[in-house]
C-alpha cells in the first residue's frame, strides 16, 4: 500500500507530506482546489510522462516520491532481476522534473527506465480514471479482465513462453531462408570468385613466408658473405676473437687471482674468460652453418616473386583490404558452398521444431479458451447481478469470444456486450453506455478483479461520475467493500461516496505571500461533518445540511 506521499514544487503545492491509511481514504475538496494536481503527481509514480510546465518555481525541481510496502511478493523477481533493492517488500519510488524538461525514475533510490517503472509501479497501484472507464471498451482490456478471474496464470504463462521460443524459431527460419535467397541470386558470382582462388589457394601465413624467402634468395650472396666474414672475425682469422681470449688466459695464468678474491666478484676471472671462449666458439661455429646453407637460386627466386605478384594482384583484384582478408573471403566462400547443403538440414530440422512446438500451442491455446469460456460465463452472471444493485436493472451482458489465429495471448479475442435498456440489442460497450453506466460498469468489474489481481493500491478518480442519490450510496458501499483487502483512495464531489470511508482528506487552497497554493489535510470528524455539509448544500452550511451530514456519517 502507499504509505507516505511526498510532493515538492509541483504545480500549486509547494510542500506537502501525507502520510497514508489502510481502507478507504475519501478525497474530496471544491473545483479547482488541486485534485486533478494531486492525481497528476501520483501519476508520476505509475511512469506517467513529465512536463516541466508542472514545475512552479523554476529555480528548482519537482519532485514526487511515493513509499510502498507490503508489497506482492510475485514482484519480487521482476524488481532483483533488474539489481533494485527488495528491501522486504518497501519500494520508494521518486520522480524528478527539471526546468530543462528532463525526468529522472529512482526505485530505492536506483535509477530507472520509465517502461521499468511502469511495468514495476503496474504491480503496485492501480489507478482508475474516467480514461480507464474508456479502457473498458477496448478488447484486450476486457482479455485481462477476463484472464484475471481465470485461474489460468500458470497456463498462460507456460503458453507465453512457448509463443516466445515459437517467435524465435521462425525468426531463425525466416533469417535462413533469406540468406539462401540472397546467395542463390548472388550463386554466379560467388562461384566465379570461389573458382579464382582456389586455383590461387591462399593461406594463412603464406605471404610472409615467401616474402622472407625472397628477401633471403635476393641477397644470398650477400648475406652468406657477412656469415663468413663474422665466422672469421671470431675463430677462423690467424688473429681471431678466440686466439685473444686464449692469449689473455694464458697471461693471467701466472698471477695468482686469489690475491684477488675480493674483487673477482661471484665468478673467478678464469671461470669467466673461458664462458666467454665458449660463447663465441658457439656462435662461431653457427654462423658458418648458417653461411654453408646459403646459395643462390635463381629458380626459387623466380618462383617467390612470381608468387608474390600473384598474390599482392589477387589482393587488388579482389577489393579485400589486405592479404589475411583475401584468405578470409576464400575460408568464407568454401564454407558457403558447403553449407549450402548444412543450411537445408539447419532449415527441416527448425522447421521441423516448429511444427511440433505449434501443436503443443494449438493444444494449450485450446485449453486456456476453455477456461476463458468457463470464466466468462461465471463473469457475466456477477456483472449484471452487481451492476443491478447499482441500478441497472435492465443490464443484459454477454462476453463473445471469439478464436483466430495464434497471437501471444492464445486464440481468443474478447468482446463485451451490453444491453441497458429493455428490448435494445446487444452492443458492444463503447457504443451503448453513457458516462455514468460506463462508471458502474468498471466499478463492479473492478470490485469482482480487486481480490485476483491482489495490488496494493487502488485509486478511484472520480469513478462515480454522472450518478447520485440511492445508485452514489450503493457505489460507495462497493468501494468500501473492496477496501476491505486493498487500500483504496477515492476522488469523489458525491457525499454518499464521501461518508463512506475510513479516513477523509481535503485538498484546498490557500495564499501566502507570494501565491496561491494547494495543500492537504486529514479532516478530523466534526470538520468531516463540515465537509459532508459543503458537498450537500454548497458554500451555505445551514443546520439542516449539517443535520443531514451527521446522518449520513451515522449511517
Known sequence: MLRQLSIQNYALIDRLDIDMNDGLTIITGETGAGKSVLMGAISLLTGERADSKVLANRQGKA?????????????????EANDLDWNGGQILVRREISANGRSRAFINDTPVTLPLLSEIAGGIVDIHSQHANRLLSQTDHQLKIIDSITDNAALLNSYKEDFARFATLHAKIKKI??????????????????????RLNPRKGELEEVER??????????????FVESANFIS????????????????????????FSSLEGNIPLMQRLKNVHIELKDIGDTLSRLASGIESDPVRLAKADARLKELYDAVKRFKVEDYDHLVDLYTTLRMEKKGGGEKVEILNKLESEAKALGEVLKA???????????????????LAEDARSLGLKNLQVEVRITQGKLTR????????????????????ISQTASGGEMARLTLCIKAITASKLKLPTVIFDEIDTGVSGEIADKMGTMMADVARGMQVLAITHLPQVAVKGNTHMLVYKEDNKERTVSNVRILQPEER????ARMLSGKEINEAALSNARALLNS
Open 177 to 198: 531462408r533469406t540468406d539462401m535467397e540472397r546467395q542463390r541470386e548472388n550463386a554466379e558470382f560467388r562461384t566465379f570468385q570461389l573458382e579464382q582462388l582456389s
Open 213 to 226: 624467402t625472397f628477401d633471403l634468395l635476393s641477397d644470398a650472396d650477400d648475406i652468406r658473405s657477412r
Open 63 to 79: 519532485v514526487v516520491e511515493g513509499l510502498f510496502d507490503n508489497v506482492a511478493e510475485s514482484l519480487r523477481e521482476a524488481v
Open 529 to 532: 461533518v463540515m465537509e459532508i
Open 364 to 382: 494449450k491455446a485450446e485449453e486456456i479458451s476453455h477456461t476463458r469460456a468457463v470464466a466468462a460465463e461465471r463473469f457475466k452472471k456477477i
Open 409 to 428: 495471448s492464445g486464440k481468443d479475442t474478447v468482446d463485451f456486450l451490453c444491453s441497458f435498456n429493455k428490448n435494445q440489442p446487444l452492443m458492444p
Open 236 to 259: 677462423q682469422a690467424d688473429v681471431s676473437a678466440l686466439s685473444l681470449i686464449q692469449d689473455a688466459a694464458a697471461r693471467l695464468d701466472g698471477v695468482d687471482l686469489s690475491l
